[in-house]
Antibody, heavy 123, light 111 residues
C-alpha cells in the first residue's frame, strides 16, 4: 500500500526540541522530493520545508529557517524534521508529503499525504 | 495575509456549478509557476485534486477542473454533490519567499 506514516509529535515546552519521522512505503522513496506541511488548529495549510531526492537541495519557510532541519534516510525510506527552539506558534498538525515528480522542486504538487502528527508547544 | 488570495467561502446547491478563485501576483502565478489544488474533507488530510493548473490525478472525477488566467487560477466544480463540501486550497511557488505557498483556503458549503 502506498502510504506515509508520521510519528514523533507530542506536547513540548517552548524552547525545547522535537524530532518528527515519516516512514514511506509502496513507492520508490529515493526517487522523489519530500516536504513537510503544517496546519495550525482551525487554520489553513502552511508549507514548512522540502528536500530533494539526494538531500542536495533543501528549502525552508522563513518562519522556521534556522530552527528546523529536514533530512532523509533513503536506506530506511524515512523523512525527518528536527525542530529546535520551538515556539507556541509552531503548534500544528504536521503532514509528511510526497512530491508529484521525481525531479522535485518546491513548486511541485504534493500527491501523497500522511495523516499527520500533532505538535503542541505550551508551558 | 496570504500572497495567494482565495475567497473564504463559497456555496451552491446540489447539481450547480461553483468556481473558486486563487489570485496571486508577479512573484508567483504571474511568473509562470504552476498552481495546484487540494481538497480537505472534514477531519482528513488534504488530497491532491488538480496539478499544474488543469491536470486531474487518476481517480479524481471530471467534475473538477482547473484553469489559469493572468495572475489568477480557478477551480471549477460542476454537478455539485453533498460530498464535495470541504475546504479547498490552491498552492504555487513564490520567488519572494523562495518556497511553496498555499492560499488561505475556501470553505465550500453545499446547500
Amino acid at each position: 500500500e502506498v502510504q506515509l506514516v508520521e510519528s514523533g509529535g507530542g506536547l513540548v515546552e517552548p524552547g525545547r526540541s522535537l524530532k518528527l519521522s515519516c516512514v514511506a512505503s509502496g513507492f520508490t522513496f529515493n526517487d522523489y522530493a519530500m516536504h513537510w506541511v503544517r496546519q495550525a488548529p482551525g487554520k489553513g495549510l502552511e508549507w514548512v520545508s522540502a528536500i530533494n531526492w539526494n538531500s542536495a537541495l533543501i528549502e525552508y519557510a522563513d518562519s522556521v529557517k534556522g530552527r528546523f532541519t529536514i533530512s532523509r534516510d533513503n536506506a530506511k525510506n524515512t523523512l525527518f524534521l528536527q525542530m529546535d527552539s520551538l515556539r507556541t506558534q509552531d503548534t500544528a498538525l504536521y503532514y509528511c508529503t510526497k512530491d508529484l515528480y521525481s525531479s522535485g522542486t518546491t513548486g511541485d504538487a504534493l500527491d501523497l499525504w500522511g495523516q499527520g502528527t500533532p505538535v503542541t508547544v505550551s508551558s | 495575509q496570504s500572497l495567494l488570495t482565495q475567497p473564504p467561502s463559497v456555496s451552491g446547491a446540489p447539481g450547480q456549478r461553483v468556481t473558486i478563485s486563487c489570485t496571486g501576483g508577479s512573484s508567483n502565478i504571474g511568473s509562470g509557476y504552476a498552481v495546484h489544488w487540494y481538497q480537505q474533507l472534514p477531519g482528513a488530510a488534504p488530497k491532491l485534486l488538480i496539478s499544474d493548473y488543469s491536470n486531474r490525478p487518476s481517480g479524481v472525477p471530471d467534475r473538477f477542473s482547473g484553469s489559469k488566467s493572468g495572475t489568477s487560477a480557478s477551480l471549477t466544480i460542476t454537478g455539485l454533490r453533498a460530498e464535495d463540501e470541504a475546504h479547498y486550497y490552491c498552492q504555487s511557488y513564490d520567488t519572494s519567499l523562495s518556497g511553496a505557498l498555499f492560499g488561505g483556503g475556501t470553505k465550500l458549503t453545499v446547500l
